[in-house]
Nanobody
C-alpha cells in the first residue's frame, strides 16, 4: 500500500507559478512510476505528466509541455510538479498517482492522492 498526499495548490494569477508536491509513504516509493493528473467538474480525469521510477524518463501532455516540469526526489519520497506560465484553463484539482508503468492512462495507476485545488485567475 502507498499513501499519497498532495500539497502546494492555491490561487494564482495567470502567468504565475506554483509548485505542487506529493509525499508518499508506505511501500518503496522509488519502485513506482509517478504521474500527475487533473480534473474539472463534469470532465474526465486528464493526464498532465509522468516520470519513471528513476526519474530518467518524463512525458507531458501537449497542453503543458514547456510550461510544467515533473521531478522526483526518491530520498525524500516526494514527486513535484513545477507549473509556470499558468493559464486559467489549468484550473483543476490536481492528483498524483503511483503505478508500475510510466503511462498517461489513469487506469494503470494503483494509488491516488486526495487532490489539491489549483485556481488560475485571469
Amino acid at each position: 500500500q502507498v499513501q499519497l498526499v498532495e500539497s502546494g495548490g492555491g490561487l494564482v494569477q495567470a502567468g504565475g507559478s506554483l509548485r505542487l508536491s506529493c509525499a508518499a509513504s508506505g511501500r518503496t516509493f522509488s519502485s513506482y512510476a509517478m504521474g500527475w493528473f487533473r480534473q474539472v467538474p463534469g470532465k474526465e480525469r486528464e493526464f498532465v505528466a509522468t516520470i519513471s521510477w528513476s526519474g530518467g524518463s518524463t512525458y507531458y501532455a501537449d497542453s503543458v509541455k514547456g510550461r510544467f516540469t515533473i521531478s522526483r526526489d526518491n530520498a525524500k519520497d516526494t514527486v513535484y510538479l513545477q507549473m509556470n506560465s499558468l493559464k486559467p484553463e489549468d484550473t483543476a484539482v490536481y492528483y498524483c498517482a503511483a503505478g508500475r508503468v510510466t503511462t498517461n492512462i489513469p487506469q494503470t495507476y494503483h494509488y491516488w492522492g486526495q487532490g489539491t485545488q489549483v485556481t488560475v485567475s485571469s
